[in-house]
């Protein structure tokens, strides 16, 4: 069977310092990856997805990045935290195939608190 | 885009009472409509999706249903049980495009 992982569970960061948020999958090959950032109280918002390493796509404009080194793995990043990068981010994961739609699963979340 | 509204924001029941979420979306080409919950500090889980090419479905306590004409579609529990209590999203997309949520409803069923 497949698992996420995220890691780490919580973080808390100055403004300003670098952020490296991490998130795995076990049991799939070449998964198609999402990273979402859900704030208090509002609906999940789709940051980045890849359909294969290295290949990356921003759904908004933010000071955050993501890249691909690994099949399995997908690394959420920035090199200078806001006080607005606060929020639950989650990792997702589904089957692959560009222009397809399948279930999408999701890991247990990062809680990130710039303060 | 696509643009999907949820309502209720919050909803409160009696334990063995039915729940209903609905959700309406703008754009006719989408065709995949999952349901996720959420309990407290986790991730969202899956618990059941529906394709265009079907009105109803059904898993145990929970169903599904879908109105392709008027664009909605809604979550239905029946026989609520205490740990059904969580915030419930639901989502819409279409073949090779994201998944587009609601802002979710906090279900609260007290027994």
């Known amino acids: 069977s497949q698992t996420i992982h995220q890691w780490p569970a919580t973080l808390v960061q100055p403004v300003g310092s670098p952020l490296s948020l991490e998130c795995t999958v076990e049991g799939t090959s070449n998964p198609n990856l999402y990273w979402y950032r859900q704030a208090a109280g509002r609906g999940l918002q789709l940051l980045f997805y890849s359909v294969g390493i290295g290949q990356i796509s921003s759904e908004v404009p933010q000071n955050l990045s993501a890249s691909r080194p690994q099949d399995r793995q997908f690394i959420l990043s920035s090199k200078k935290l806001l006080l607005s990068d606060s929020g639950f981010y989650l990792c997702?994961?589904?089957?692959?195939?560009?222009?397809?739609?399948?279930?999408?699963?999701f890991g247990p979340g990062t809680r990130l608190t710039v303060t | 885009g696509e643009n999907v509204e949820q309502h209720p924001s919050t909803l409160s029941v009696q334990e063995g009472d039915s729940a209903v979420i609905k959700c309406t979306y703008s754009d006719s080409a989408s065709n995949y409509f999952p349901w996720y919950k959420q309990e407290l500090g986790k991730g969202p889980q899956l618990i059941i999706d529906i394709r265009s090419n079907v009105g109803e479905k059904k898993d145990q306590r929970i169903a599904v249903t879908l109105n392709k004409t008027a664009k909605h579609f809604s979550l239905h529990i029946t026989e609520t049980q205490p740990e059904d209590s969580a915030v419930y999203f639901c989502?819409?997309?279409?073949?090779?495009?994201?998944?587009?949520f609601g802002k979710g409803t906090t279900l609260s069923v007290s027994s």
């Open positions: 989502a819409a997309s279409k073949r090779g495009t994201a998944l587009i």
């Open positions: 997702a994961w589904s089957r692959p195939g560009q222009g397809k739609i399948y279930e999408q699963y």
